[in-house]
């Protein structure tokens, strides 16, 4: 991803940029990655001025309701209707496709925002849309709509990097774990099963949460109480669990116990030999 001294994309409502230059970049430096780091585009975000342009329009036309004055896609209709220019009709503005994209647009398209057809031709209904819009909707609501659009853009970039860090901290936890983390002590656990262990009071209970190779060689993440986990003599394909590890962020198993590990707030215990 190359910088640009260019916005992403023109103004249509708003009357600056709605996006900087470079904006992927400096969210992408905010999370705390490095400046170039590689992140893919998020679904949410337009990939270029067409899509940019098409989901404008379908936020417009979902809108509706007292925001935009028209609270049924059969006011939209009529409105579009009377506002598209007569197939003879000469109008400056037209590109000469507005009247035929007004006609091929259902009540389905109105009602819910979501234009069907080829990339082309919801181009064709979106640009449409848009110079209905202009003569037709207050501009300072299309300009919160728009700038809506530039914050959800943005949001998408930036929940796509978080995500990205969290995988490089998820690598990161796997590949060396810390002696601490958020309160959990590393367990020097001697069983061969045992990948890594963490322990802690948590809530008022001694506990160990491990990762290790489960019977069926699989990895597992478990949290087990400290009580089990002795009198098992640390081998926890034996001791009973006290609490199953889930996360939302990544997947395998040293991402649920690094998630099980900022989840819970915990107090230190000393180091011990288990």
């Not at 896609?73 to 209707?81: C, K």
């Not at 202009?134 to 995500?163: G, P």
């Not at 198993?253 to 000393?270: I, K, N, Q």
């Amino acid at each position: 991803m190359l910088p640009t001294a260019k916005p992403p994309f023109d103004p249509i409502f708003v009357e600056e940029p709605p996006l900087s230059p470079n904006y992927e970049q400096t969210i992408i430096d905010n999370v705390g990655l490095p400046f170039y780091t590689d992140v893919d585009r998020p679904d949410e975000a337009p990939a270029d001025e067409r899509e940019r342009t098409i989901d404008l329009a379908e936020r417009i036309l979902r809108a509706g309701g007292v925001r935009t004055g028209f609270s049924h896609h059969e006011e939209v209709r009529t409105s579009m209707e009377s506002w598209a220019p007569d197939a003879d009709e000469d109008r400056d503005a037209d590109p000469g496709h507005w009247r035929s994209s007004v006609l091929l647009m259902s009540p389905q398209e109105m009602n819910f925002g979501q234009l069907n057809g080829e990339p082309e031709e919801k181009h064709k209904k979106a640009k449409t849309v848009l110079a209905w819009a202009a003569d037709c909707i207050d501009t300072d609501v299309l300009q919160d709509i728009e700038q809506s659009q530039a914050d959800d853009i943005k949001q998408a970039w930036r929940d796509a990097a978080e995500a990205e860090l969290t995988q490089r901290e998820i690598e990161q936890f796997a590949e060396d774990p810390p002696e601490e983390l958020d309160g959990w002590m590393k367990l020097d656990a001697d069983h061969d099963a045992v990948r890594v262990a963490y322990i802690a009071d948590n809530h008022g209970t001694p506990s160990v949460a491990a990762v290790f190779e489960g019977a069926d060689s699989e990895l597992k993440t478990l949290e087990f109480t400290l009580e089990e986990w002795k009198e098992n003599d640390g081998n926890p394909r034996e001791a009973r669990p006290n609490r199953y590890c889930v996360t939302t962020d990544g997947d395998g198993a040293y991402a649920r116990l690094r998630s099980h590990l900022l989840t819970f707030e915990v107090e230190p215990m000393e180091r011990l030999e288990v």
